[in-house]
């Protein structure tokens, strides 16, 4: 079954969490969108960058395009990686700048260490008043990747169906 109106937006700089929102709005039959801030974060010096930006907690505008205003969408899915313990500063901007806009919305982390880091939940929820229905947090290559996502998916559909 799809969900027109389920929206699936996240950031990406190495492409773990493009692969993983793709599988899921897949799944879904959702709409996929990439956020993009205009600043260049490849290799180490991007690496580095990320990681300031996201201890310092700047906010810069964000570009993205989807078919319908943000809040004609029922659920919106939020990608994120974890950098230095909290989700993307991309991320964070669209939240901060947007998250109010959100009916519902759902949260999939993607992570490079064994550490869960389920509390970056209750940091992204500071700025979507709505809070999150559904959370993920993945790590590309860990044994339970594929039931977590499945999982995820799972819960997202009785929510979507309820």
């Known amino acids: 079954m799809a969900w027109n109106n389920v929206l699936c937006l996240y950031y990406s700089r190495t492409g773990h969490t493009k692969q993983a929102m793709e599988e899921i709005a897949r799944a879904l039959g959702a709409e996929i969108a990439e956020l993009r801030d205009g600043v260049d974060r490849t290799g180490w010096g991007g690496w580095l960058r990320s990681g300031m930006d996201a201890t310092r907690r700047t906010v810069k505008p964000v570009k993205y395009q989807t078919r319908f205003p943000l809040t004609d969408y029922r659920l919106v899915i939020v990608g994120s990686p974890v950098w230095a313990g909290r989700c993307s500063s991309v ?60 999982e995820f998916i799972r819960e997202t559909r009785e929510f979507l169906e309820g």
């Open 91 to 150: 991320v964070r901007s669209f939240l901060k700048l947007h998250g109010h806009e959100l009916r519902n919305a759902s949260y999939v982390l993607t992570r490079g260490t064994e550490e869960k880091s389920e509390r970056v939940f209750a940091q992204m929820d500071l700025y979507t008043p709505c809070g999150h229905r559904t959370a993920v947090s993945l790590r590309s290559g860990s044994v339970g990747y594929t039931f977590w996502e499945e």
